[in-house]
Nanobody
Framework: QVQLAESGGGSVQAGGSLRLSCSASGTTYMRRYCMAWFRQAPGKEREGVAVIAQDGETLYADFVKGRFTISRDKNALTLQMTSLQPEDTAVYYC????????????????????WGQGTQVTVSS
């Protein structure tokens, strides 16, 4: 089973930037998985941020369009976050779908079966 680990979270002021990374173990085929970033703020449901398919197709939640960029290389998934706002404060998770070489390009939690532990992002005003 794929095991995911996020890094790069931290505390920034509004308008700042952070870069999150996600690495995978338990597989040498990370590039064959559809991968996404989700986030969960205190008291709120987990919500999708961005997904990237194996062929590079991406989908972003409306609230991050133009500010966040999802990308991937052979061994890592990244989320470049700019113009951060206090409402972006959350625990950020990376996730994969279960099937190699297939991808439902969507931000529904139910489509994803492997999750990391999360990394905290805090944005102060």
């Amino acid at each position: 089973q794929v095991q995911l680990a996020e890094s790069g979270g931290g505390s920034v002021q509004a308008g700042g930037s952070l870069r999150l990374s996600c690495s995978a173990s338990g597989t040498t085929y990370m590039r064959r998985y559809c991968m996404a970033w989700f986030r969960q703020a205190p008291g709120k449901e987990r919500e999708g941020v961005a997904v990237i398919a194996q062929d590079g197709e991406t989908l972003y939640a409306d609230f991050v369009k133009g500010r966040f960029t999802i990308s991937r290389d052979k061994n890592a998934l990244t989320l470049q976050m700019t113009s951060l706002q206090p409402e972006d404060t959350a625990v950020y998770y990376c996730a994969t779908q279960s099937t190699m070489d297939g991808c439902v390009v969507a931000l529904n939690v139910a489509e994803y079966t492997s999750w990391g532990q999360g990394t905290q992002v805090t944005v102060s005003s």
